[in-house]
């Protein structure tokens, strides 16, 4: 079988630009106000869950890992945009964007990270480990590309069943190296199941950065081996990453297969808590950071298009922050679970210790 031609999305150069008559349409304008707005407001409250969740883990309130997601907010939330009811998602450790982008509650995720009852898992699972079969939310996964292999199970499934559904599998540039990927990619293709392999550039994989890891850094391109399509895609950019999104998903929805979509990104942050981050510069940071935030580019494109006025987003930033603050408070005043949970969601029956303490000895 010949394999499909990899398609990679580059920018019109200016001779293109020159000979297209017609004045370019205003970038954003083919999108409602509704539209841009729930892309802010949704982009901000991951920036402000996760900031908020720094400050407990810094007061001692959220023991364990914490790998925060700010910066990569525009990946999830331009590919939430491309999903339909239904679809599932699976991801790694740097799971609190993923979780609130599908529509988790801020409150269940946040007394999670601090281990409390009111939490998704009970409080026993802390922040790598939650699920949301509701919200067809897969986890939370701390092996590296462990859950690569989990997102072609699930899109498996929905083949099987004929529904439709298709399968946002995320994983990093790091995990992009991991074997089980693909001999995924292998079986994904073969049987033409309906995942989207979503690769999360962020250019560093703890602190090593893809150039020191990798010779071939078009991490999308490696598909091309097993026919599986794919592209590149600006992940500050939230109206790109939805476009490119919405490619990916009538592919698979079509019935042609798996797709991959690598989408440049940059976390602001440490790798985790304890990262000192010093495999990098301050400089490099604050460049990403002034030039090509992704909310900034919303919040722009929001006021210059008039869509909305300066208090309007004021407006929004207090509702968030609300939403936030109400989530820290019941994460706070959440019960830590009893001492019986320590048998209960765990795969033997009965185990000697319960045994033990059944019977009193
Ligand atoms: C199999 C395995 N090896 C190593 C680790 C330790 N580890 C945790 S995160 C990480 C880096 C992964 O980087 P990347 O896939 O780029 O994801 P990012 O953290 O940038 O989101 C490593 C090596 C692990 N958790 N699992
Ligand atoms: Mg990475």
């Not at 069943?161 to 599998?169: A, D, E, H, Q």
């Amino acid at each position: 079988m010949a394999a499909r031609k990899t398609t990679a999305k580059t920018a019109e150069g200016p001779a293109a630009k020159a000979a297209d008559s017609k004045p370019a349409p205003k970038r954003g304008s083919n999108l409602s106000r509704d539209e841009l707005l729930k892309f802010y407001r949704d982009m901000l409250l991951i920036r402000r869950f996760e900031e908020k969740a720094g400050q407990l883990y810094g007061m001692g309130l959220i023991g364990g890992f914490c790998h925060l997601y700010i910066g990569q907010e525009a990946v999830v939330v331009g590919l939430e945009a491309a999903a339909e009811e239904g679809d599932k998602r699976v991801t790694s450790y740097r799971d609190h964007g993923h979780m609130l982008a599908c529509g988790m509650e801020a409150r269940g995720v946040m007394a999670e990270l601090t281990g409390r009852e009111g939490g998704y898992s009970k409080g026993k699972g802390g922040s790598m480990h939650m699920f949301s079969r509701e919200r067809h939310f897969y986890g939370g996964h701390g092996i590296v590309g462990a859950q690569v292999p989990i997102g072609a199970g699930l899109a498996f499934a929905d083949k099987y069943l004929g529904n439709g559904r298709v399968t946002f599998t995320y994983f990093g540039d790091g995990a992009a190296n991991q074997g089980q990927v693909y001999e995924t990619y292998n079986m994904a293709e073969l049987w033409e199941l309906p995942v989207i392999f979503v690769i999360e550039n962020n250019q560093y994989a703890m602190g090593t950065s893809v150039k020191r890891s990798t010779k071939s850094v078009t991490l999308y391109g490696r598909g091309e081996a097993f026919g599986i399509p794919g592209e590149q895609v600006d992940g500050m950019d939230v109206l790109a990453v939805k476009e490119a999104g919405e490619r990916a998903v009538a592919h698979c929805r079509a019935g042609k297969g798996p797709y991959i979509l690598e989408v440049m990104t940059y976390r602001y942050r440490g790798h985790s808590m304890s990262d000192p981050a010093k495999y990098r510069s301050r400089e490099e940071v604050q460049k990403m950071r002034d030039e090509r935030d992704a909310i900034e580019q919303v919040r722009e494109l929001l006021l210059s298009g008039k869509h909305a006025t300066e208090d309007d987003l004021k407006a929004i930033d207090k509702e968030i922050k609300d939403i936030v603050n109400d989530s820290a408070e019941f994460a706070k005043e959440s019960p830590e679970p009893a001492l019986e949970e320590l048998w209960t969601d765990i795969y033997a029956d009965d185990v000697p210790q319960k045994q033990a303490q059944d019977q009193n000895v």
